[in-house]
């Protein structure tokens, strides 16, 4: 009769499937605790990249979320052709991620206060930025125009689409118009980059917050290192293109780690938004008193500052 050992090695992909190793320090995660630290390593810290959904979720308040101009769909102007055509890479991205592009935007509330915020993924082909994510940050703008409600947007990319040409690097332009509008209506815009924010998206409306946030060590730049290092012809600094690195030279407003943004959001909304434009909170003690968490947002400034 045949040994049978009481435990099998399981098979290497249900292995993966369970455990995640975080490159900051190599622990294996349990992947039920990774999602439930929001993509968090709880030993190091290290961000792990965020879905659109889960970054949505977690942000706005439940049931807030009204998505707007989901069916826009990028077309081949150039007949884009390298190992599949334009065309057949958008329908297999589609079929991977389950989103119809690189951006979500729509209308929402955080902590009642209600914005338009566009939301990118860089599992949709790195997050890159063509026609339609153009087009939907543009959109989620003119909306916080007409509607007089803050903006903000999550950005996490490559840069501009090759795929689809001049027409990529054209949304360079077109987003950074309709945020100056922001600007000169005085509609508060607040711009919260992610890993990696770069190329053509930094070097647009992702920079141009009235407030610029970003997620603990998240690459955020124009070029490459390489291509920096080769054009400027100097060494450059040790993580030059890390958040920390560009909030202690200025460039970055603060640096918020992601269990604290949605709050930290909540909170810069209310030092920007009028209060008259603020959707009440309900009591939450039961004696017709707000709670902490819930308050108008002193009750924020006092508990970060804490």
């Known amino acids: 009769m045949p040994i049978r050992l009481p435990f099998r090695p399981r ?7 369970l455990w995640t190793a975080c490159p900051g320090c190599a622990e294996m995660i349990y992947n ?5 630290n929001l993509r968090v390593c709880p030993r190091c810290g290290h961000h792990f990249r965020l879905r659109v959904d889960a970054r949505l979720r977690y942000l706005l308040d439940a049931d807030s979320f009204e998505e707007r101009d989901a069916g826009l769909e990028s077309l081949d102007p150039l007949g884009f052709v390298d190992l599949k055509t334009y065309p057949d890479k958008i329908r297999e991205q589609r079929a991977k991620t389950g989103i119809r592009d690189a951006a979500v935007w729509g209308m929402g509330r955080i902590r009642g206060q209600r914005i338009a915020i566009c939301a990118m993924d860089f599992a949709f082909m790195g997050g890159s930025m063509g026609s339609v994510v153009g087009e939907k940050v543009t959109r989620g703008a003119e909306a916080a125009l007409e509607e007089g409600v803050p903006y903000v947007t999550i950005s996490t990319s490559g840069g501009a689409r090759m795929q689809e040409g001049t027409l990529a690097l054209m949304q360079l332009v ?9 600007a000169l209506a005085g509609v508060p815009f607040i711009s919260v980059m992610s890993d990696p924010t770069t190329g053509g998206v930094f070097a647009s409306f992702a920079a141009l917050g009235d407030v ?3 997620e603990p060590n998240a690459l955020i730049g124009f070029a490459g290192a390489r291509v920096a ?5 100097d060494e450059l600094p040790e ?11 200025g460039f970055i407003d603060q640096v918020v780690p992601r269990a604290e943004l949605r709050d930290r959001l909540a909170l810069l909304l209310g030092y920007l938004q ?12 039961g004696r017709g008193r707000r709670s902490p968490a819930d308050g108008d947002g002193s009750n924020d400034a006092e508990s970060i500052r804490g």
Not at 11 to 17: M, V, Y
Not at 229 to 233: M, R
Request: charged share 35%.
């Open 11 to 17: 098979p290497e992909a249900s292995r993966s499937d």
């Open 32 to 36: 039920k605790q990774l999602e439930k």
């Open 174 to 182: 077109k987003t950074c118009a309709a945020v100056e509008r922001l």
């Open 212 to 214: 610029n946030v970003a």
């Open 229 to 233: 290092a080769g054009t400027t012809g």
């Open 239 to 249: 993580g030059f293109q890390r958040a920390e690195f560009l909030f202690r030279h």
């Open 274 to 285: 009028p209060r008259r434009e603020r959707l009440p909170v309900e009591p939450s003690d």
